[in-house]
């Protein structure tokens, strides 16, 4: 089994940034990779980003892309999602997730073998 937790959720104003981490626990010899999801009021759960344990290959969401950028700490067993020019539609709640084999990880979030319960980010003036 493994266990994710979210931290660093809050409050930003449009236009700042975010860095959200998820610590995993338990049996982590078996990840192989890692990814965030977001769910916004009313939404389907959405892809933001993926990352293997190795570093590679990394995966951004369109809606993301060129100002996130995640990374992995295998020392610390954590993944990191670095959110900049942070917009009011990024309000969600965010998620990691972590799967046990790279398929599963291009599969998707219907694939990923561990959630975590998730950390609130929201954008408003």
């Known amino acids: 089994q493994v266990q994710l937790v979210e931290s660093g959720g809050g409050l930003v104003q449009p236009g700042g940034s975010l860095r959200l981490s998820c610590a995993a626990s338990?049996?982590?010899?078996?990840?192989?990779?890692m990814a965030w999801f977001r769910q916004a009021p009313g939404k389907e759960r959405e892809f933001v980003a993926s990352?293997?344990?190795?570093?590679?290959?990394?995966h951004y969401a369109d809606s993301v892309k060129g100002r996130s950028t995640i990374s992995r700490d295998m020392a610390k067993n954590t993944v990191d999602l670095q959110m900049n020019s942070l917009q009011p539609e990024d309000t969600a709640v965010y998620y990691c997730?972590?799967?046990?084999?790279?398929?599963?990880?291009?599969?998707?979030?219907?694939?990923?073998?561990?959630w975590g319960k998730g950390t609130l980010v929201t954008v408003s003036s």
């Open positions: 997730a972590a799967a046990t084999s790279y398929l599963k990880l291009v599969v998707g979030k219907t694939a990923m073998d561990y």
């Open positions: 338990g049996t982590i010899i078996s990840i192989s990779g």
């Open positions: 990352i293997t344990w190795s570093g590679n290959p990394i």
